[in-house]
């Protein structure tokens, strides 16, 4: 079991469902809907939350499985060893956790799409925005030509974990798309992307090596650092401009109480000379992003 659990990366869930908390509380702030006062919208935040851990699962199994093929998971590989690379999960065994997981994730889906939405065309829609969701899961790294080893990662992480996420959830809350729902959504999305950006600059040499063609390694470890301030100072100035022209009382920026650990991690990515040394910001910026995300959403949610 523990090397299950290890290949599912627990550590990586939070930010999993941060673009679910904040879609919700902002569903719940502008009182289109009060999803902690009627019958179905409990279900729905419950589903949504669900439906996202399982399809970060459903990547995180996929990525094992597919940089274990492509080689990129080997002896010169920085970070935790993988299940599949170190014997402890056989190739096989690992497929059938992702049709399983993935069959998972479907099922939840649809559940919470059905119960959201009823049956109508934005059902459709939004089961094609499922479906894509989950095939970006498992085709990150893993299958032939994955476009994480050409470079497009980072494009999938602002749209699955940001606007997807954010505007999608306050949809299905409210049946409603309201244009303000973009920059939290952006903000979350950028930041999500960061964290990759440090997974990627940390395995900067061995994904060159192996053909991972990542940003990382098409920009260089110079140009790889001021986008990654780009990413985390971009995403917070989403936030802080939301919280100037909509917000309504201090509470709206209570998610700037991190401030202080962004900046330090900042500081420790552009004095870094050692990538393999940055391993520890990963989870710095990680759980600083799901920080500011429960920060923001009860900022929302006490106004």
């Known amino acids: 079991m523990k090397h299950w659990l290890s ?5 990586t869930l939070p930010l999993a469902v941060s673009s679910i908390l904040v879609g919700s509380a902002m569903a719940t702030n502008w009182g289109w809907v009060s999803c902690f006062v009627e019958l179905s919208r409990p279900v729905v935040l419950v589903l949504a939350l669900l439906t996202a851990i399982l399809l970060q699962i459903l990547s995180n199994l996929a990525n094992d499985l597919g940089d274990h093929q492509h080689g990129t998971d080997n002896k010169d590989r920085v970070g935790p060893q993988r299940a599949v690379q170190s014997g402890a999960i056989s190739p096989s065994a690992m497929k059938r956790a992702m049709i399983v997981c993935g069959s998972l994730a479907f099922i939840s889906g649809c559940a919470l799409i059905t119960v959201a ?10 089961l094609i925005l499922g479906l894509a969701a989950i ?58 992307t960061g964290v990759l950006n440090v997974n990627n600059m940390r395995d900067i040499a061995n994904d060159s090596a192996s ?3 990542t940003l990382v390694v098409r920009m260089g470890e110079a140009g790889a650092k001021r986008y990654h301030a780009f ?30 650990g962004f900046a330090i991690h900042l500081r420790q990515v552009f004095t870094n000379m050692e990538p393999r040394l940055l391993d520890p910001q990963l989870k710095v910026l990680a759980m600083g992003t799901f920080l500011t995300a429960i920060l923001f959403s009860l900022g929302l949610i006490l106004a």
């Open 7 to 11: 290949a599912f990366r627990l550590r």
């Open 117 to 126: 939405l009823g049956f109508s065309l934005t059902t459709l829609v939004f």
């Open 135 to 192: 095939g970006a899961a498992v085709k990150y790294t893993f299958g032939s030509n994955p476009y994480g080893y050409a470079g497009f990662g980072d494009v999938s992480v602002l749209l699955f974990f940001g606007i997807v996420g954010v505007c999608g959830t306050f949809y299905l809350h409210t049946q409603h798309f309201e244009p303000m729902t973009l920059l939290p959504a952006i903000g979350l999305g950028l930041l999500s």
């Open 211 to 213: 053909g991972k063609r």
């Open 231 to 260: 990413l985390v100072l971009g995403g917070l100035a989403s936030l802080v401009t939301f919280s100037a022209y909509y917000g309504h009382g201090w509470t709206f920026w209570l998610f700037l109480i991190p401030l202080p």
